[in-house]
T-cell receptor, first 116, second 114 residues
């Protein structure tokens, strides 16, 4: 079974440009999550999709970030325009169930974003 | 509010000696607790999880962790370190009650010397 995949693995852009990150969850997983780790800090939750709906977007830093999951399969996270402080590693995770003791989130390898 | 504190940012051990990675949590509810590991250039891999069943949890690669409510701790241990254990380890808490949000510790980087 394929795990969570993310594309690209690395992205280097200039301040003010737009970048779109993609995440493909494990097949059959309705729940999809985005997290990010800014340099030197802990990994922080951004948002949670259940199928195509945003269940919790309390971690989204500002309106320069737009996450979508059309059709409830893969998800994209767009940063527009990118700022220097957006640099970090963006992780995607998916899970089959939501909440409760059985919820285990499986993570992808991350996308390393560098904004110059 | 929940939080998790990893007491050591770096731990160094010799191959074949025990590993102890410390984690304390704060939670208003009965938490679910996890340890994840990230090897260089790899994704986060689940080592083990505690979900209010047995307090001693066994994970992959010989790791285990013990949930101690009185000490609000969930330390990760392994009797004998292997070179392949060198990685960054994250202690994670989740309410698993009304949110799926995971709260991560700042990570502990484990070095294993031959």
């Amino acid at each position: 079974e394929a795990g969570v995949t993310q594309f690209p693995s690395h992205s280097v852009i200039e301040k003010g440009q737009t970048v779109t990150l993609r995440c493909d969850p494990i097949s059959g997983h309705d729940n999809l999550y985005w997290y990010r780790r800014v340099m030197g800090k802990e990994i922080k939750f951004l948002l949670h999709f259940v199928k195509e709906s945003k269940q919790d977007e309390s971690g989204m830093p500002n309106n320069r970030f737009l996450a979508e999951r059309t059709g409830g399969t893969y998800s994209t996270l767009k940063v527009q325009p990118a700022e220097l402080e957006d640099s970090g590693v963006y992780f995607c995770a998916s899970s089959q169930t939501s909440g409760g003791a059985s919820n285990t989130q499986y993570f992808g390898p991350g996308t390393r974003l560098t904004v110059l | 509010a929940q939080s998790v504190t990893q007491l050591d940012s770096h731990v160094s051990v010799s191959e074949g000696t025990p590993v102890l990675l410390r984690c304390n949590y704060s939670s208003s509810y009965s938490p679910s607790l996890f340890w994840y590991v990230q090897h260089p250039n790899k994704g986060l891999q689940l080592l083990l999880k505690y979900t209010s069943a047995a307090t001693l949890v066994k994970g992959i690669n010989g790791f285990e962790a013990e949930f101690k409510k009185s000490e609000t701790s969930f330390h990760l241990t392994k009797p004998s370190a292997h070179m392949s254990d060198a990685a960054e380890y994250f202690c994670v808490v989740s309410l698993s009650y009304n949110t799926d949000k995971l709260i991560f510790g700042t990570g502990t980087r484990l070095q294993v010397f031959p």
